[in-house]
């Protein structure tokens, strides 16, 4: 396995969604996800529940599933500050994410604090998790433009994920939340990037939004980038939040990236089993394009 | 202007719907998509009207847009033979496309005739046309798949483009029939065709049947490309065809390659004009993402 992809399909993806999966079908799906072959799930969200009602369920999500997966397979969750920790910590979650944006305006408006106010919160909540023994993530929303402010400086991003290492985070992931990013802003961003980190410790987060996710991952790719979020079957973008839209899909990120002669370690057969199935848990079709091609070659098959 | 967009929509994308559009809501589109600035479009076909419906009002599409359209925008349509030609030239057409494919399979379903008895048709077609005036443009289906013999070895390729270039053609359009292709393999081989032929006698013509469209795209401007073939809304890909995709979409392309600093001429909000409307013609939402954020973004701005 040479690219690692990180599964977000169950919070990035299931919290922009307009319903509400129940918590026995998140289980059930992080599980269809295993059984692909994906070793890294992030699997809900500490947040407050009142922000993110899609993942009120953490502890019954994570609960569920952590007992049932296997050893070399990790599973995460979102935590704000030091009290979504302590909730992950008793659900004996080992793994955890922190967040912050690269842009002043969406880090207020997301977090209610500036970027200079939010680095003391998640310094303690990275110094207590890994206190606990466990591993840390850092996100960086906005990297590649803001909604609120446009075009973002590449010094912001590096202020913030240099603060990010510095907290002890194994790796940054940088993303692309409104999905506005093309192949060159994403080779300038990297390059600028990895003259202060090495390339093992940043992934990309791209939202497909105007339809340059997968030409943004080969663009990272190029700049040595070899890990990756994305959701199962692109995941999120609601139809009813306007101009929203979900992570790459995971589907047919591991077809580019078994075309270019990558390893992911998973089963893309298997992994259509588990877009199904939260396609018909979601009653909408979901935008991933591998979903949908193997799907219809399957019908096909049935009736000849 | 230093990339060059063929819009396909009204044959390519039309092809392959299953509804019918009427000829006048196709010279309304076609208008539309001069208005946005394409200044090549692909308008319709003169193949045998039996095999292909969608297009069968071809001469009233050519002859309703051939008058109003300005000097500068070339209107194309396909013609498979000197039967298809003569129709052409009888609608006062000035541009050609001619067709065949990279696999033997392929070729021989499409047109009924082995790869090597092709030749000699569009060899006649070609000298018919150059004799007329008319410049004429050369399509290779199935370099990177062909649906019945899996892998095609670039050599096919080289010999079908050597032979197309050989007849007259202006440029050869390279085309992801079917949409397998990834871009480490769009890489390997236009910098195998660059051998045989200059960069600016070539064109990318990508399908999104697994989200790599674009990404191929950025892979082939690497290798100097500047000449891709695009559907306005992503059209094409009928919802009842199973596995069926269109072409890369034109809002996507347009907002990549802007997004990379490239020169289209054509005007983004413009373009999502021409795809709402021939979205609503057909009465299902197309796939392109940018079409699917700006009318969200505009329904934005209308409520606030």
Redesign the interface.
Same mark, same amino acid.
């Given at each position: 396995m040479n690219v690692q992809i990180v599964e977000v399909g169950p919070r990035d993806g299931l919290q922009n969604e307009s319903v509400i999966v129940p918590a026995e079908a998140k289980i059930e799906l992080i599980k269809k996800l295993i059984d692909a072959g994906l070793v890294r799930i992030e699997a809900s969200s500490f947040v407050n529940p009142r922000w993110i009602p899609q993942l009120a369920d953490a502890e019954e999500v994570l609960q569920g599933i952590l007992p049932a997966s296997k050893k070399d397979v990790r599973i995460s969750a979102l935590v704000p500050n030091v009290r979504g920790l302590e909730r992950a910590r008793l659900c004996g979650v080992s793994e955890v994410a922190l967040f912050m944006s690269a842009s002043e305006s969406h880090n207020r408006k997301n977090i209610n604090k500036s970027i200079t106010e939010t680095f003391p919160v998640l310094a303690e909540a990275a110094k207590e998790a890994l206190a606990l023994g466990m591993r840390v993530r850092g996100y960086v929303s906005t990297v590649f433009g803001c909604p609120y402010e446009g075009a973002v400086p590449v010094d912001n991003t590096r202020r913030v994920t240099h603060a990010l290492v510095e907290m002890g985070v194994s790796e940054v992931s940088l993303g692309d939340t409104i %999905?506005?990013?093309? !192949?060159? @802003?994403v080779h300038e961003v990297f390059q600028e990037l990895v003259k202060d980190v090495t390339t093992e410790r940043l992934a990309g987060h791209f939202h $497909?939004?105007? %339809?340059? %996710?997968?030409?943004n991952?080969?663009?990272a790719l190029a700049e040595g980038i070899r890990i990756f979020d994305s959701s199962i079957g692109g995941l999120g973008g609601c139809p009813y939040a !306007? %101009?929203?839209?979900g992570n790459? +899909?995971t589907e $047919?990120l591991v077809? /580019?990236l078994h075309? /270019?002669?990558y390893e992911t370690g998973v089963d893309l057969n298997r992994l259509t089993e588990a877009g199904a199935y939260i396609q018909e848990q979601l009653g909408r079709e979901l935008t +991933? *394009?591998?979903l949908?091609?193997n799907l219809? *070659?399957q *019908? @096909?098959e049935e009736h000849t």
């Open positions: %999905g506005v990013a093309t !192949p060159k @802003q $497909d939004t105007r %339809g340059t %996710g997968l030409a991952v080969a663009a !306007p %101009g929203a839209a790459i +899909s $047919d077809y /580019m075309g /270019m002669g +991933s *394009k591998v949908k091609a219809a *070659k *019908k @096909q």
